[in-house]
Nanobody
Framework: QVQLVESGGGLVQAGGSLRLSCAAS????????MGWYRQAPGKPRELVAT???????NYADSVKGRFTISGYNANNTVYLQMNSLTPDDTAVYYC??????????????WGQGTQVTVSS
């Protein structure tokens, strides 16, 4: 079992910033990758950003240059720094992790989600 606990969501005005955190715990031998996804009302869940164990990052085109993903090697925590937020960034943000258990099983886990609301 792997638990992902997210924090840092909230209400912010357009142009503002927020920093999301996601801490992974449980039966974790290693983490292959962690990432953030988001889902706005009436829309499918979409990738925001991912980071691998080697530090490689990937971003959705809509957030490139505004969002930065970092972490997690030191403490199994990944961060998403979000700058220049717009109302289009309003969504529930979900943390995702691909991990290896001590029995070498590959596990894909999701957090419970944190709401980000950007007012115009």
């Amino acid at each position: 079992q792997v638990q992902l606990v997210e924090s840092g969501g909230g209400l912010v005005q357009a142009g503002g910033s927020l920093r999301l955190s996601c801490a992974a715990s449980g039966s974790i031998s290693s983490i292959n990758a962690m990432g953030w996804y988001r889902q706005a009302p009436g829309k499918p869940r979409e990738l925001v950003a991912t980071i691998t164990r080697s530090g490689s990052t990937n971003y959705a085109d809509s957030v490139k240059g505004r969002f930065t993903i970092s972490g997690y090697n030191a403490n199994n925590t990944v961060y998403l720094q979000m700058n220049s937020l717009t109302p289009d960034d309003t969504a529930v943000y979900y943390c995702n992790a691909e991990t290896r258990s001590f029995l070498r099983s590959l596990i894909n886990s999701w957090g419970q989600g944190t709401q980000v609301t950007v007012s115009s």
